[in-house]
């Protein structure tokens, strides 16, 4: 398969702390994204991050890429129970082929 | 702000009978993606238009499943006959243009229940 795969499964923290999901895939890409989905309802796109970039900031969200692990991380700094949700790395490939990783459950306690 | 439609939100169905599903993708969207998800796991394509063209239905299981865009506007997903393995989420999703650069943008979903 090629979809991205994302480590931890499931991950819980307290409000304040800092949160880092990490999608590991097998084969060049164009670009990753990340995406959140609340519990049963759709999924929010959160970040693009195209193969020739390294990292990007959208407010408390940091997404870095390393194309030599072909690896992704996804920091949520100071996280809050709204941060509540399961998030998943998509890749996409060079056919425009986006694959969705199985996801990682981000619980964050008030 | 506007977002992609679906309908039913909720269906529960016994096994062999037909179900069907709507959505409406944001207006102007030429891109409409057919998603499954099963409990636990990520979302995987069934089927991917381009205005009323199917671009990519490889993952579609065709013995029971069929999709269509008529006017290149809003999709049916039928299924017939629902198996128990089929109960999941269901979740359209469009995007402006097919360039593997764009985001999606995803519908709330529909929860199918087979028993």
């Known amino acids: 398969s090629q979809q991205g795969e994302e480590d931890p499964q499931a991950l819980s923290i307290q409000e304040g702390e800092n949160a880092t999901m990490n999608c590991s895939y097998k084969?060049?890409?164009?670009?990753l994204q990340w995406y959140r989905q609340n519990s049963g309802r759709g999924l929010v796109h959160l970040i693009l991050?195209?193969?020739?970039?390294r990292e990007k900031h959208s407010g408390r969200l940091r997404v870095t890429l390393d194309t030599s692990k072909k690896s992704s991380s996804l920091l949520i700094t100071a996280s809050r129970a709204a941060d509540t949700a399961s998030y998943f790395c998509?890749?996409?490939?060079?056919?425009?082929?986006?694959?969705f990783g199985a996801g990682t459950r981000l619980t964050v306690k008030p | 702000e506007a977002e992609v439609a679906q309908s039913p939100r909720y269906k529960i169905t016994e096994k062999s009978q037909a179900v069907a599903f709507w959505c409406d993708p944001i207006?102007?969207?030429?891109?409409l993606y057919w998603y499954r998800q099963i409990l636990g796991q990520g979302p995987e394509l069934l089927v991917q238009?381009?205005?009323?063209?199917?671009?990519?239905d490889s993952q579609l299981p065709k013995d029971r499943f069929s999709a269509e865009r008529l006017k290149g506007v809003d999709s049916t997903l039928k299924i017939q006959p629902a198996e128990l393995g089929d109960s999941a989420m269901y979740l359209c999703?469009?995007?402006?243009?097919?360039?593997?650069?764009?985001?999606?943008?995803f519908g709330p979903g529909t929860r199918l229940l087979v028993l």
């Open positions: 207006s102007g969207h030429a891109t």
């Open positions: 991050i195209r193969s020739n970039e």
């Open positions: 238009f381009q205005d009323e063209s199917v671009v990519d």
């Open positions: 999703a469009s995007s402006l243009t097919f360039t593997g650069q764009e985001t999606q943008y």
């Open positions: 998509a890749t996409v490939y060079n056919n425009n082929d986006m694959r």
């Open positions: 084969t060049s890409i164009n670009n």
